[in-house]
């Protein structure tokens, strides 16, 4: 089946260190893969996505690779901010149904001055 | 710029009870979607409607109904409501099915 496995949290870190979040999937076919922010009390917002093998997607600083041999989509940043404490969701599309998304279990960051 | 809007934001329920949990989107987004999010369970997908006019299972309907009342709105009703339902409900949109989704701030459901 497809499903997506993220590392526990919570992370913990200081401001300005470096963050890595592992994101490791299983899919049939090819998905699309997506890294999704939430901030405390509201909803999950796009970060980053990437649609193919060797793609990276990259915004605000945080950059993901898409690694079909490894199965893999981490999520970095080289130097993070107290802003950017959140819960991160890796998340798949999966291609052989209507486009159905399969999110991890989310992993939360927190960043501390 | 409202995007995703549910109402309410906060709500407590006695067992057996009633609710319906309202979604609008302001995109003229074709599909939509209700997911509950539990600790460490990630989102799950409850109901979604793909086009105004569809609406389809997702992977734990159980206890809950949809309606695609327009192509704004997508509601979500607990007939009667079960402590196992306690939850978070985000409301999502996207263009079109499998592009990007969009989601609410949460409604925050409990139960008792």
């Known amino acids: 089946g497809n499903s997506v496995t993220q590392m526990e949290g919570p992370v913990t870190l200081s401001e300005e260190a470096f963050l890595t979040i592992n994101c490791t999937y299983t899919a049939t076919g090819y998905p699309s893969l997506f890294w999704y922010v939430q901030y405390p009390g509201e909803g999950l917002q796009l970060l980053l996505k990437?649609?193919?093998?060797?793609d990276k997607g990259s915004n605000k600083g945080f950059e993901a690779t898409y690694r079909k041999e490894t199965t893999s989509f981490h999520l970095e940043k080289g130097s993070v901010q107290v802003s950017d404490s959140a819960v991160y969701f890796c998340a798949l599309r999966i291609t052989d149904s209507w486009g159905k998304f399969q999110f991890g279990a989310g992993t939360q960051v927190v960043v501390t001055p | 710029n409202a995007g995703v809007t549910q109402t309410p934001k906060f709500q407590v329920l006695k067992t057996g009870q009633s609710m319906t949990l309202q979604c609008a989107q302001d995109m003229n987004h074709n599909s939509m979607y209700w997911y509950r999010q539990d600790p460490g369970m990630g989102l799950r997908l409850i109901y979604y409607?793909?086009?105004?006019?569809?609406?389809d299972k997702g992977e734990v309907p159980n206890g809950y109904n949809v309606s695609r009342l327009n192509k704004r709105e997508f509601s979500l009703r607990l007939e009667s409501a079960a402590p196992s339902q306690t939850s978070v409900y985000f409301c999502?949109?996207?263009?079109?099915?499998?592009?990007?989704?969009?989601f609410g701030d949460g409604t925050r459901l409990s139960i008792l």
């Open positions: 990437a649609t193919k093998a060797d």
């Open positions: 409607s793909a086009s105004e006019g569809t609406t």
């Open positions: 999502a949109s996207s263009e079109a099915a499998g592009q990007p989704q969009h």
